[in-house]
């Protein structure tokens, strides 16, 4: 192997979580691109209502947990702290998992750590985590082998090893590439479903979300989506701490029994989240409110549109029996001009 080289699945934990890693520096990632969370604060509304149907699931336990994984610099969780309802706020133990240090700043409440608490009831929610864990890239040869993908950390990349043992297993089950012309591309996803796995092992009962840009088996990328970002902009992905390294999540792979797989347009409607117009009569009524409804309805536009954030997928997966359908149409979380 070339002095430098690295699998990818080494050269982007380096790059995104090392010393002096993209997630550790002091922009945070809102420095480089947008989330859900960022676009608009009904997000973390919608994040609060489902929190409070879990509660309602779990007959409201004395204590009920928060957990956002991939926390970022906690701009999640400080939303579902501020539209949680006082009485379940008394009893919610927040938890931000991230590893980079605790911002300045942060509600005290939010227990800030690098790894999920065990053993809690409640909410755990990752927006945007499974895509930074870092995955394994192949690349089919002139004779459609599947190869390890190396990379030095000027971007470059060398062709390594057949693929074999339980990569080749997880590619044979989720991504095949038997029959796939030369060139073609996969992202190994093991890492990331042995992750979730880890994540959803420490809810005792409840409900574990992760949301993430998603392909699923009958149509997967033929080249892979291993890119990066930087200050906005996509750019050539580059192991160097420089840029976000990212690629699109495998998450049919990741559900385990009895998980939900949806859009994040059918998923934050069904938790209030509308972008319709209000009405015109509002406007004369009440034109303060109509102000306040049409921006509420923009907002909610760009967070449900279908070529844009509502192409989000949802992987919802009960933790215990109560919370296996929190997702119905729930009437009393729309705006008032609605019937």
């Not at 997000?43 to 956002?68: I, K, M």
């Not at 906690?74 to 998992?97: D, I, K, S």
């Not at 991504?175 to 992750?195: K, N």
Request: charged share 25%; aromatic share 6%.
């Amino acid at each position: 192997m070339t002095s430098g080289t690295r699998t990818w699945r080494a050269a982007a934990e380096a790059a995104l979580y090392g010393p002096h890693g993209f997630y550790r520096r002091p922009e945070g990632p809102a420095g480089h691109f947008r989330t859900s969370v960022h676009a608009s604060a009904l997000y973390a509304g919608a994040v609060a209502e489902l929190l409070r149907r879990v509660d309602r699931a779990l007959g409201s336990p004395e204590e009920l947990a928060f957990v956002d994984m991939g926390a970022g610099r906690g701009e999640l969780t400080a939303g579902v702290l501020a539209q949680c309802p006082p009485e379940l706020a008394g009893r919610l133990r927040p938890y931000a998992v991230e590893r980079a240090g605790r911002p300045d700043g942060l509600d005290e409440r939010v227990v800030w750590r690098d790894a999920p608490p065990e053993g809690v009831s409640g909410l755990l929610f990752a927006n945007e985590w499974l895509d930074n864990v870092p995955v394994d890239v192949v690349e089919t040869d002139g004779g459609g082998t599947p190869r390890q993908v190396l990379v030095q950390e000027d971007g470059e990349e060398l062709p390594g090893d057949p693929v074999s043992g339980a990569d080749a297993a997880w590619l044979a089950r989720w991504w095949p590439l038997e029959g796939a012309p030369p060139g073609s591309r996969a992202e190994i996803g093991r890492t990331r479903d042995e992750a979730w796995a880890r994540a959803v092992g420490t809810l005792r009962s409840g409900l574990a979300v992760a949301v993430d840009y998603a392909h699923e088996r009958a149509g997967r990328p033929p080249f892979g989506t291993l890119t990066g970002f930087r200050e906005g902009r996509e750019v050539r992905p580059v192991p160097d701490g420089s840029c976000d390294i990212t690629a699109h999540v495998a998450l049919d792979a990741c559900a385990g029994p009895g998980a939900t797989l949806l859009s994040q347009r059918a998923a934050l409607r069904a938790l209030g989240v509308d972008g319709r117009r209000p009405p015109l009569t509002l406007a004369s009524s009440d034109p303060a409110a109509y102000v306040r409804a049409l921006g509420a309805a923009s907002e909610a536009g760009e967070l449900t549109s279908p070529g844009g954030m509502g192409g989000f997928r949802w992987l919802l997966q009960p933790v215990g029996p109560e919370c296996a359908d929190l997702l119905t149409e729930d009437t009393s979380a729309r705006p008032p001009w609605h019937g």
